[in-house]
């Protein structure tokens, strides 16, 4: 899997995370992928929501401590 962007939104609640990272998918071509980092809990149905509304695709999320990581595909 080859990111081409990572996008740092941790320390940031809703809707900031979601806000960030529909300023950043804006920025990559179509199949290109975006990494997300971030520390709000409700990222992970948020952004799941966010990018299914979007045409995108959530490939996968993990969690790390306290660090949600989301990798979504721009459709």
């Known amino acids: 899997m080859e990111v081409i962007k990572v996008l740092d939104a941790k320390g940031f609640a809703c ?10 998918i804006n920025e990559l071509e179509s199949g290109q992928i975006l990494e997300i980092h971030t520390t709000d809990k409700g990222a992970k149905n948020d952004l799941t929501a966010w990018a299914k509304s979007g045409g995108h695709e959530l490939i996968k999320h993990e969690e790390n401590h306290d660090v949600l990581k989301f990798w979504v595909k721009k459709g």
Do not use: R
């Open 15 to 24: 809707p900031m995370p979601i806000v960030k990272t529909k300023k950043a």
